[in-house]
């Protein structure tokens, strides 16, 4: 299979021009992907490069700005929206180094924290939003092949959009004292499907057998890796790949994109990857919104201690 860097690249050119043969060459190369590594590396995906550039660029400028300016788009402490959408960092007691801006779908009323410097940066944010949501509901789509599933399930199962999450990173440059290397701790994570578009800087690495590979940067391309969801739903056939960030000598921006599910709805095995082909669920079915709570609680609660981290394997069977 062709990588670029490490990753599996999937050319997605085919689903924009209706190649037949094409599209099953691309559908092909991302289900092995996903069986193998859960994470690769999507060119010609819709997403104007232009676009990406200039979304990297305006973050980096606004990441630049005084903490004062930032502060005027960070939610209040305590704050009790369930994703609290703005200005925030890592939480003080980990090792991560990392500020970010997040966003929820544009008519979202918890975007009430929505930067308006520097000009251009929010309409940027906006239109990546509809852009990575197109690609999301394309990569849905192929994902129901991928799956063997009946044509449209995944669409249907998974019609809501509301939280859905797009997140502006800038990863502080690396610092010379020993323990301090990582930006962001590893984790698998909690979404369906997630997307990543980051600058030059690199960073992002990925659990393979035990070592870490390099999700290097590509211009242009869009990263893609399977979330616990979609383990679960496979019944483990499809990997959602523990991954991290390790800290450069410059800081590093990137964007990610969190394809998830509505809060109410109840992720189990299906049955094509356990009854019809007699195999036993490797899970316990869930709500996805207790799920989201665990999940979002050991990334960010004060107390949680490394060792302490929920994971999906909480519901294994
Ligand atoms: O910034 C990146 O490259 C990865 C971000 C990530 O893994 C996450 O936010 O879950
Ligand atoms: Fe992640």
Known sequence: MATSGTLPVVD?????????????????????????????????HGMPAEL?????????????????????????????????????????????????????????????YFPDEPAGFREAMEECYAKLTELGLLIQDILNDCMGL?????????????????????????????????GLSEHEDGSCVSFVFQDGVGGLEVLKDGQWIAAEPADGSIVVNIGDVLRVLSNNTFRSATHRVVRKAAHRHSFGFFWSIHGDKWVEPLTEFTAKIGDAPQY??????????????????????????????????
């Open 150 to 182: 009946p044509p449209g399930f995944l669409k249907e199962y998974n019609s809501d959009r509301g939280l859905d999450v797009m997140v502006a990173l800038r990863y502080f440059s690396s610092s010379s004292r020993e323990g301090e290397e990582i």
């Open 52 to 112: 990406m550039k200039r979304a990297l660029e305006l973050s980096a400028a606004f990441f630049a700005l005084p903490d004062e300016e930032k502060a005027k788009v960070r939610p209040a402490e305590g704050s009790q929206a369930p994703l609290p959408a703005g200005h925030g960092r890592h939480p003080a007691h980990l090792v991560d180094r990392y500020e970010y801006v997040r966003v929820c779908h544009p008519r979202h009323e918890l975007n009430l």
């Open 284 to 317: 316990r079915g869930f709500k996805y919104n207790e799920y989201m709570q665990r999940f979002m609680k050991s990334r960010t609660d004060p107390q949680a201690r490394p060792e302490d981290a929920f994971s999906v394997s909480h519901y294994a069977i």
């Open 12 to 44: 997605l050119a085919p689903f924009f021009t209706g190649d037949e043969s094409g599209m099953a060459r691309a559908t092909e190369a991302m289900r092995e992907a996903c069986h193998t590594l859960g994470f690769f590396r999507a060119v010609n």
